[in-house]
């Protein structure tokens, strides 16, 4: 492990990082989304979470709008983002000239996405400590779930991040070709409404989404009310989004502009 940190491919991974934070902070726009969305959008589903009989489900205000806050983190902190960077990296030609150095191409597309994930990951201490003291949503009762569920969500929400920007011409259609997947986990994975709310029907079929299983994980941590079986559900659903994401990003993934 420390070898990894401190060894050549963590001082490139380091480098390239800082590269990418300091060009995420010259783009106001990219900045406003990754850090006002996740902390005003959860603000709007508060009106209709207190319309829910939130106890018959086994859950609370601060547990729902908890799993709201890091779902909109990993949309737009994350996933929505970094499909502009990789984007505007690779029309701008830069992601051509790394290939032309050191970095290896997961070296480049993980230094990238670094400050992006780090971002989302303090985004969710933050919303975690905040529900916990404001909402009276208490300390995680499975802490190891919400922490596998935050982590499978980073890591898959880079990967899908990758993946979209294959197929992204330029950074102003980015937002386009994202939105699919944004407002499909929002309505479906239980960001906006808790799939316990859902038809039986609806709710299995929705469980299979992309960041169902993340999203599941973090509630199911707070509450501790899954069960082995369906811990084990979600993470191999997890996983098999997961490795098909980084598959199809490895075998479609566009390292220069489309012309």
């Given at each position: 492990m420390s070898a990894v940190v401190f060894g050549p491919v963590g001082r490139r991974l380091r480098a390239l990082a800082q590269a990418e934070l300091t060009l995420l902070g010259r783009n106001?726009?990219?900045?406003?989304?990754a850090l006002l969305m996740p902390l005003s959008l959860p603000l709007s589903v508060r009106p209709a979470v207190d319309q829910m009989d939130l106890k018959a489900k086994g859950l609370s205000v601060g547990t729902v709008m908890l799993t709201a806050a890091?779902?909109?983190?990993?949309l737009f902190a994350v996933y929505t983002s970094l499909v502009s960077a990789y984007?505007?990296?690779?029309?701008?030609?830069?992601?051509k000239r790394l290939r032309t150095g050191e970095l290896d191409d997961a070296e480049i597309l993980t230094g990238t996405a670094l400050p992006a994930v780090c971002l989302g990951f303090a985004q969710a201490v933050l919303f975690g400590v905040g529900c916990a003291v404001l909402l009276d949503a208490g300390a995680p009762r499975a802490?190891?779930?919400?922490?596998?569920?935050?982590?499978?969500?980073?890591?898959?929400?880079?990967?899908?991040a990758a993946l979209t920007a294959s197929f992204t011409r330029t950074t102003e259609s980015a937002?386009?070709?994202?939105a699919p997947l944004v407002f499909v986990?929002?309505?479906g994975s239980g960001i906006m409404i808790p799939t316990e709310f859902l038809p039986d029907r609806l709710a299995?079929?929705?469980?299979?989404?992309?960041?169902?299983?993340a999203i599941r994980l973090v509630r199911g941590g707070w509450t501790g009310q899954l069960s082995a079986y369906e811990v084990l559900g979600a993470v191999v659903t997890a996983l098999a989004w997961t490795v098909v994401?980084?598959?199809?990003?490895?075998?479609?993934?566009?390292?220069?502009?489309?012309?």
């Open positions: 106001r726009s990219a900045v406003v989304m890091i779902g909109f983190s990993f984007v505007a990296r690779r029309e701008e030609l830069v992601l802490p190891y779930l919400t922490v596998l569920g935050l982590l499978s969500g980073l890591v898959l929400c880079a990967a899908l937002q386009i070709t994202a986990s929002m309505f299995s079929v929705c469980e299979l989404l992309p960041l169902s299983p994401a980084v598959f199809a990003v490895r075998r479609w993934f566009r390292w220069e502009p489309r012309r």
